[in-house]
């Protein structure tokens, strides 16, 4: 038998698949691209500007040291700012930078005769001071230099009172006995810090300086006398290791 021609299967054209596209995803990548190109464009001119200008370092130290003259009008405005003014332990004054002026300039005087006069007995007042100075971190044509500032930012005063040695009652200093019936003992007042440096330590630096200082004097105690209302005070004082006596 004749052969039969050869029979061509055609395979069906299958129709292409819609390609799915996220359109929302696409734009935030675009975005996203954008973004942190233009961050790398931003770093890059603040380099540029950092080593054009010379960006300054500040850096900060605090200082104990025993008062000047100089010093007793900074010490007396951080004093006046500080202390407790209204009825309330946590009302605030609604006080004027003139009024804080005011009381600081008739202040400063009573610091002068209480802890830098000679009264016959010991007396000192101790100033916290911050100290910054300011380095360049790269040098650059209008480099003037390093800077440096400082200004008080804590207080506290101390003198010698006379006490009677049963009632603890405070006495003038003319009635000491000897120590028979009347006792000498270091009173610490005026313990202040500026707000800008509170949380930092400072009181308790000022107080451990004062310590020490009222050590080289002889004595192996340090007073002071706070309000009973004074809660806020209270706990400072608790929290340097004071106790009601």
């Given at each position: 038998?004749?052969?039969?021609?050869?029979c061509?299967?055609q395979?069906?054209?299958?129709?292409?698949?819609?390609?799915?596209?996220?359109?929302?995803?696409?734009?935030?990548?675009?975005?996203?691209?954008?973004?942190s190109?233009?961050?790398?464009?931003?770093a890059?001119?603040?380099?540029?500007?950092?080593?054009r200008?010379?960006?300054?370092?500040?850096?900060?130290?605090?200082?104990?040291?025993?008062?000047?003259?100089?010093?007793?009008?900074?010490?007396?405005?951080?004093?006046?700012r500080?202390?407790?003014?209204?009825?309330?332990?946590l009302?605030?004054?609604n006080?004027?930078?003139e009024?804080?002026?005011?009381?600081?300039g008739r202040?400063?005087?009573?610091?002068?005769?209480?802890?830098?006069?000679?009264?016959?007995?010991?007396?000192?007042?101790?100033?916290?001071?911050?100290?910054?100075?300011?380095?360049?971190?790269?040098?650059?044509?209008?480099?003037?230099?390093?800077g440096s500032?400082?200004?008080?930012?804590?207080?506290?005063?101390?003198?010698?009172?006379?006490?009677?040695?049963l009632?603890?009652?405070?006495?003038?200093?003319?009635?000491?006995?000897?120590?028979?019936?009347?006792?000498l003992?270091?009173?610490?007042?005026?313990?202040?810090?500026?707000?800008?440096?509170?949380g930092?330590?400072?009181?308790r630096?000022?107080?451990?300086?004062?310590?020490?200082?009222?050590?080289?004097?002889?004595?192996?105690?340090?007073?002071?006398?706070?309000?009973?209302t004074?809660?806020?005070?209270?706990?400072v004082?608790?929290?340097?290791?004071?106790?009601?006596?």
């Open positions: 038998p004749a052969a039969s021609p050869p061509h299967v395979r069906p054209r299958l129709p292409r698949q819609p390609r799915l596209r996220i359109r929302g995803f696409q734009e935030a990548r675009r975005g996203y691209l954008a973004a190109a233009g961050a790398l464009v931003a890059g001119r603040a380099r540029k500007a950092q080593q200008h010379g960006l300054r370092a500040t850096s900060s130290t605090i200082l104990i040291e025993e008062a000047t003259s100089g010093d007793l009008l900074p010490a007396a405005d951080v004093a006046v500080a202390l407790r003014w209204t009825e309330g332990w009302d605030t004054p006080f004027s930078d009024d804080y002026a005011l009381l600081s202040e400063a005087p009573t610091y002068q005769s209480l802890y830098l006069a000679d009264n016959g007995y010991p007396s000192t007042l101790l100033v916290a001071r911050l100290q910054e100075r300011e380095e360049k971190k790269e040098s650059s044509w209008f480099d003037f230099g390093s500032s400082s200004k008080v930012v804590g207080c506290v005063g101390c003198e010698v009172k006379c006490f009677n040695r009632t603890n009652e405070m006495l003038p200093a003319t009635q000491y006995d000897g120590g028979k019936q009347t006792v003992r270091p009173v610490m007042a005026d313990l202040a810090v500026s707000s800008e440096c509170r930092r330590g400072v009181g630096k000022l107080v451990e300086k004062l310590e020490a200082v009222v050590r080289d004097w002889g004595y192996d105690e340090l007073v002071l006398l706070v309000e009973a004074n809660f806020q005070a209270r706990g004082y608790e929290r340097l290791n004071y106790r009601l006596a």
